[in-house]
Every structure is written in C-alpha cells, then in structure tokens.
C-alpha cells in the first residue's frame, strides 16, 4: 500500500477522516469548516467531503497550508509525511507493506573503504564540464578517493555501497566505472530524502541525478543502469512514502525498455514519465538548455495514457510475424518433457490442473516449478492450503536432489537454488550481465484462505520480486463449497482478471468429481472438474495428471500419463507417457531415473524401466 493508494482509502473516508482529525469543526454542506489545523471552532480551514475533489483542503487564514487528507494527517498530528503515513494506514486497518516468508535472506557486506574530502568542482575539470557545482556534490557527499571520484550509497547514514568514476582521459572512450562488491542493492541519493518529501525523480545514472537535483528536484538513482532492476526489491518500503515518482531515466532504447518495467513494478498510478526531447538524458539537458529546461521537462511529465483502445492497423507487424512463425520461440516456458514441447505456459494465461486424489497432479506441478526456477530461471508464488510450507519443500529439494535423504550439503545447495541465493551454475543471484535469477516464494497460509487477501499478496510479489508464475493448491482451499458454482465461477473470473492486468500465469489445482463405479482405470477429462463449467471454460490450458494403477513400478510399463486436453492459444493437446522414481519424485520419459538438478548427473536409475522407441 503506497502513499497515493492511502490517500485514496482516506478520500473515500473523507468525513470520518475529518470528524477524527478535526472533532471540533462542523459540516457545511459538502465541506467539513474549521479554524485550522490545531482543532478549534471556526470557518477558515475547510475539507470537502465528496466528488472528485474529496479530501483536498485548505487553510485560507494561511495559503501555504493545503493539500489532500494525507497532509492534513501530518500537519493535525505533527507528524513527518512517512509516520503520517504509516498511522493513517493503522487507523484505516490496512498494511503500510505487506510481508510474506522467503525460502531464504541473502547476505550483504558494507563496504569499509574511509572516503575522502567532499569535492570541490576546478575551472574546467570534469563537474564543471557537467555543469555540477559544489553545493550539489555537498548534498550527495560525493568524495574523492585516491584517484578516483567516489558517490557514496547511503541509506539514513550508513553506506551501504560505493560507486566509483574515472573520468576518460585523451585516447579513452569511456569513463570507468566500478562498484564494491556483495553489496545490497539500493537507488543512490537517500541521503537527499527526508521524512516529509511524497515526491522524487529516478533517473538512471548518479550525474542525472545531480543534475535534476540542483535543478530544484530531488532525485535518485539506478545503481547499475537500465538492465538491472533488483534495487526494486530492497528499496520497496523506502518507495511507499512518495506519492509520485518521476521516471526521468535515458532516452534511448535500453533506458526507454527499462521505464516500462519500473513503470509496472512500481505502479501506473504514480508514476510520471519524462520526456526529454532533442535530449539523451537530464545531464545533456543541463549543460545545453540549463536548469529550467531540465525542470520544465520534469513539471511537464505525465502519466502513461491508457492502451486498451487501438485500430487494427496497429496490430499490422505482430500479425504479419505471427502469419510467419515468427513468434514462436516467445510462446512462454515449458515442461521438462520432450514430449511436451508443444505445450506452453504463456504469460496472461490460466491453467488449470485436474486428477483423481491420489494421483500426483500437485506433485507432477512441484516438478515443474523445480524446472521453472532452476533452468529457465523463474521466479514462483506458491500458496498450498492442503500442505504445510516444510512439507511442500521437503518434497521439492527432493526432487531437486535426486535423493530421498539428501545431505546437509545437497539441502543447502537446493534451498540456495530454490531461494533464488545462487543459480544453476552455482554463482550468486547477483548476476554480472544483470539477469535475475529463480526464486520460490511461499504464501504461508495453511487451511482455507481469502482469494481477496492472496491476489493483493500474488501482486505485491509481482511488482517487488517480479514473480511472474503463481500456484493454487487447490480451489477447494479458498473456502468455496463443491455446490456453490456462482462463486466458484467468481473465482475463475478473478484469476482471469488478475492474470491479465499483471500479465501472469496462473496454475490452479482442481479435484475432479469421482467416477460413479468408483473406475479410475480410465483418466478423467476437463468435463470432469468437481463445480462450475466456468473454470474449465475461463481456462487458457487444462493439463490432466492420471497414475496408471496397473503399473508396479517396476516393470517396463509407464507410471502416468500427463494430458493436455485445452490449449487455447494453439489448440494442440499432447499426451506424454510418464515413469515416476519414487525416492526423488521426480517424472521421466524413459525409464526410471532420479538426475540431480544441481550437478545434471544421474543418481540412480532403475534398468528394468527402459523402453526402446
């Protein structure tokens, strides 16, 4: 919940907002009158109740004093912005952020490195050249150090990491940039921020945001430019008290793809995005147009506007690739079996996950999670009603082991690769080239869960971790009885509507009703799914998972069968065979077989299971 969303919750509480603050005013038609915002009787401030200005008010004995309700919050309690803003989010009995468990907490180093002076610009020296004078480089506590130029990333006076410039001499091409190591990622120019400021500027590198700053603007920015967005994760609560943020990062292809991304992550509600014309960046803007072009481009941001209405020529270039296969290779991710390839979990779908109890429909799913997180280097959100946390996990280290008891070393390296902590190649999550790593995310709720409370949680997970696949284990655990339809027809509705405006996959796991003799020789079909046709019919994909009962697990002959019998994106519906190792519970092709995900070797193997194709 950031502080433009609670200001809204506030607006449309604007009376009783306004009888708690101000007890002593009175209302006058759409207005709540008071002296000021001390609380007396009067008829200067005043607070309108309803419309579309609900909760602006204003103190006409003083003309600096005004706002929304969130103002008059700090002003009527003599709080700082961000404390209003966390007592308003008690009082309304809402999260300020919610929080949910992670497999695991990376550790970070501070680095130790004394810096030097705070640097003074020379005639002609490299601030200068830039148009950055002293007061700026003061505010931001930029330092010399040895050779070096050294922008401190600091967060309420600690520093939590160095970057450091060496400006191009004659014959480079580039300045030289580095930072320290293993540290925890955050935006640079904390130390600029005070409790009380709701709106800043992110830019892309530090000398943008010196630039904007001493253009009257306070501003962050990216600690590793446009291709690494992990800073989102470890700045998100620091972000909630800024009612707007101005995305002002490069007007190039990489800085323009990585506006988008903020853009969704952080909310299209605030954010504002900057145009800077003729110019690559704020700091080119400063030293060819000045300070008032840089703050012209920056009052003049504005919202992204609304994409949902197009003509069809706009589809022109997307179609014509689409009629040509060109589209193929970003259909989406996929399972482990070969004879899957042409199934696809695409983004902005729903699949639905169906099979008799008992037979492996949740445990067939966790093994693809595994794939997903650890090769294809996903990030999931994974909620289970029917089974604790540790026993979900136990069962997916054991399939990412191999192993039914793994070791101590094998459970660290497997929750490390399942945490996001380190990827397949056994490298910290930290990546040079910027990409993210895999990641599993639980939503530690056991028994019957509000759907309500969980897509608020699922979206919180997307903008801060950028968790883009969600399971639901099962439907039955969102407390919906097996007779009511209508509301289980509401759930496939919201699961579709939230799938979309997130562009997310949804995996929810449905019993099917039990044949009527009992017969589960035979696999059940999307007819089948205990409810409302709505979930089958609101469904992208329905995967059905069916245990042969006459394999003994030992022989030649197949274990399952995974079937997919709705693809609405192709239309294709493959079937694979499948055998299951039951000490690893991990699925295979061919025979038999437990592979360690960790290190790509077999760790047993069961001879008697191959088949010759």
């Given at each position: 919940?950031?502080?433009?969303?609670?200001?809204?919750?506030?607006?449309?509480?604007?009376?009783?907002?306004?009888?708690?603050?101000?007890?002593?005013?009175?209302?006058?038609?759409?207005?709540?009158?008071?002296?000021?915002?001390?609380?007396?009787?009067?008829?200067?401030?005043?607070?309108?109740?309803?419309?579309?200005?609900?909760?602006?008010?204003?103190?006409?004995?003083?003309?600096?004093?005004?706002?929304?309700?969130?103002?008059?919050?700090?002003?009527?309690?003599?709080?700082?912005?961000?404390?209003?803003?966390?007592?308003?989010?008690?009082?309304?009995?809402?999260?300020?952020?919610?929080?949910?468990?992670?497999?695991?907490?990376?550790?970070?180093?501070?680095?130790?490195?004394?810096?030097?002076?705070?640097?003074?610009?020379?005639?002609?020296?490299?601030?200068?050249?830039?148009?950055?004078?002293?007061?700026?480089?003061?505010?931001?506590?930029?330092?010399?150090?040895?050779?070096?130029?050294?922008?401190?990333?600091?967060?309420?006076?600690?520093?939590?990491?160095?970057?450091?410039?060496?400006?191009?001499?004659?014959?480079?091409?580039?300045?030289?940039?580095?930072?320290?190591?293993?540290?925890?990622?955050?935006?640079?120019?904390?130390?600029?921020?005070?409790?009380?400021?709701?709106?800043?500027?992110?830019?892309?590198?530090?000398?943008?945001?010196?630039?904007?700053?001493?253009?009257?603007?306070?501003?962050?920015?990216?600690?590793?430019?446009?291709?690494?967005?992990?800073?989102?994760?470890?700045?998100?609560?620091?972000?909630?008290?800024?009612?707007?943020?101005?995305l002002a990062l490069d007007n190039d292809d990489p800085g323009q793809l990585a506006t988008m991304e903020v853009l969704q992550r952080l909310g299209e509600h605030r954010c504002k995005l900057v145009d800077w014309g003729d110019f690559k960046d704020a700091n080119e803007c400063l030293c060819k147009a000045g300070e008032a072009a840089v703050l012209d481009a920056i009052v003049?941001?504005?919202?992204?506007?609304?994409?949902?209405?197009?003509?069809?020529?706009?589809?022109?270039?997307?179609?014509?690739?689409?009629?040509?296969?060109?589209?193929?290779?970003?259909?989406?991710?996929?399972?482990?079996?070969?004879?899957?390839?042409?199934?696809?979990?695409?983004?902005?779908?729903?699949?639905?996950?169906?099979?008799?109890?008992?037979?492996?429909?949740?445990?067939?799913?966790?093994?693809?999670?595994?794939?997903?997180?650890?090769?294809?280097?996903?990030?999931?959100?994974?909620?289970?009603?029917?089974?604790?946390?540790?026993?979900?996990?136990?069962?997916?280290?054991?399939?990412?082991?191999?192993?039914?008891?793994?070791?101590?070393?094998?459970?660290?390296?497997?929750?490390?690769?399942?945490?996001?902590?380190?990827?397949?190649?056994?490298?910290?999550?930290?990546?040079?080239?910027?990409n993210e790593s895999g990641g599993l995310w639980i939503y530690d709720v056991n028994g019957a869960a509000s759907l309500e409370r969980m897509l608020n949680v699922f979206k919180y997970a997307k903008q801060r971790y950028n968790c883009r696949h969600f399971v639901i284990d099962s439907l039955m655990m969102l407390g919906v009885a097996e007779s009511d339809v209508d509301r289980q027809k509401k759930i496939a509705e919201m699961l579709r509507d939230f799938k979309s405006q997130n562009n997310i996959h949804i995996h929810l796991v449905a019993h099917p009703r039990k044949p009527d003799n009992g017969?589960?020789?035979?696999?059940?079909?999307?007819?089948?799914?205990?409810?409302?046709?709505?979930?089958?019919?609101?469904?992208?994909?329905?995967?059905?998972?069916?245990?042969?009962?006459?394999?003994?697990?030992?022989?030649?002959?197949?274990?399952?069968?995974?079937?997919?019998?709705?693809?609405?994106?192709?239309?294709?519906?493959?079937?694979?065979?499948?055998?299951?190792?039951?000490?690893?519970?991990?699925?295979?092709?061919?025979?038999?077989?437990?592979?360690?995900?960790?290190?790509?070797?077999?760790?047993?193997?069961?001879?008697?299971?191959?088949?010759?194709?």
């Amino acid at each position: 919940m950031d502080a433009r969303e609670v200001s809204q919750l506030l607006a449309d509480k604007a009376l009783s907002v306004s009888e708690y603050l101000l007890p002593n005013g009175r209302k006058n038609g759409n207005e709540w009158c008071c002296g000021s915002v001390n609380g007396e009787e009067g008829q200067s401030l005043k607070v309108h109740l309803s419309g579309s200005k609900a909760g602006v008010w204003k103190d006409f004995s003083d003309q600096d004093k005004g706002g929304d309700l969130l103002d008059l919050w700090a002003a009527c309690r003599g709080l700082s912005f961000v404390d209003a803003l966390k007592d308003a989010c008690k009082w309304l009995g809402v999260e300020f952020s919610p929080k949910f468990s992670v497999a695991s907490k990376k550790s970070f180093t501070r680095p130790s490195v004394r810096l030097g002076t705070v640097i003074q610009p020379k005639e002609d020296g490299y601030f200068d050249r830039r148009r950055i004078n002293g007061s700026t480089l003061k505010a931001y506590n930029v330092a010399n150090h040895d050779r070096e130029i050294a922008f401190p990333l600091m967060v309420e006076g600690v520093i939590y990491n160095i970057k450091y410039l060496t400006p191009r001499r004659k014959g480079e091409e580039k300045n030289r940039w580095r930072q320290e190591s293993n540290c925890e990622p955050c935006l640079f120019g904390w130390q600029v921020i005070t409790p009380d400021d709701d709106k800043v500027v992110i830019t892309e590198g530090e000398i943008d945001a010196l630039s904007v700053f001493q253009s009257g603007v306070k501003a962050l920015s990216m600690p590793s430019g446009a291709k690494n967005l992990e800073w989102i994760e470890y700045d998100w609560e620091r972000l909630q008290q800024f009612r707007v943020i101005y995305l002002a990062l490069d007007n190039d292809d990489p800085g323009q793809l990585a506006t988008m991304e903020v853009l969704q992550r952080l909310g299209e509600h605030r954010c504002k995005l900057v145009d800077w014309g003729d110019f690559k960046d704020a700091n080119e803007c400063l030293c060819k147009a000045g300070e008032a072009a840089v703050l012209d481009a920056i009052v003049s941001a504005k919202y992204k506007k609304p994409e949902d209405l197009k003509n069809a020529i706009e589809y022109a270039d997307i179609l014509f690739q689409d009629f040509n296969g060109l589209l193929e290779a970003a259909a989406g991710n996929t399972t482990p079996f070969a004879g899957m390839k042409d199934f696809k979990f695409g983004m902005d779908q729903l699949t639905v996950w169906t099979g008799y109890s008992g037979h492996g429909k949740s445990q067939l799913l966790g093994y693809c999670m595994c794939e997903m997180i650890l090769r294809q280097k996903e990030r999931i959100c994974l909620f289970s009603g029917e089974m604790k946390p540790y026993k979900v996990l136990n069962r997916m280290v054991r399939q990412v082991c191999g192993k039914q008891r793994p070791d101590t070393a094998d459970l660290t390296e497997a929750l490390n690769l399942l945490s996001g902590g380190m990827n397949i190649d056994g490298e910290r999550c930290t990546e040079k080239n910027g990409n993210e790593s895999g990641g599993l995310w639980i939503y530690d709720v056991n028994g019957a869960a509000s759907l309500e409370r969980m897509l608020n949680v699922f979206k919180y997970a997307k903008q801060r971790y950028n968790c883009r696949h969600f399971v639901i284990d099962s439907l039955m655990m969102l407390g919906v009885a097996e007779s009511d339809v209508d509301r289980q027809k509401k759930i496939a509705e919201m699961l579709r509507d939230f799938k979309s405006q997130n562009n997310i996959h949804i995996h929810l796991v449905a019993h099917p009703r039990k044949p009527d003799n009992g017969d589960e020789s035979k696999p059940p079909n999307k007819h089948d799914v205990r409810g409302s046709a709505g979930i089958t019919d609101l469904a992208d994909n329905v995967l059905v998972v069916w245990r042969n009962s006459d394999a003994t697990g030992y022989g030649t002959d197949p274990d399952a069968k995974l079937i997919c019998q709705k693809q609405r994106d192709s239309g294709c519906q493959p079937m694979v065979n499948l055998f299951f190792d039951r000490e690893s519970c991990q699925y295979h092709e061919r025979e038999r077989e437990a592979i360690s995900m960790i290190t790509g070797e077999r760790v047993r193997r069961d001879f008697k299971s191959q088949r010759v194709r």
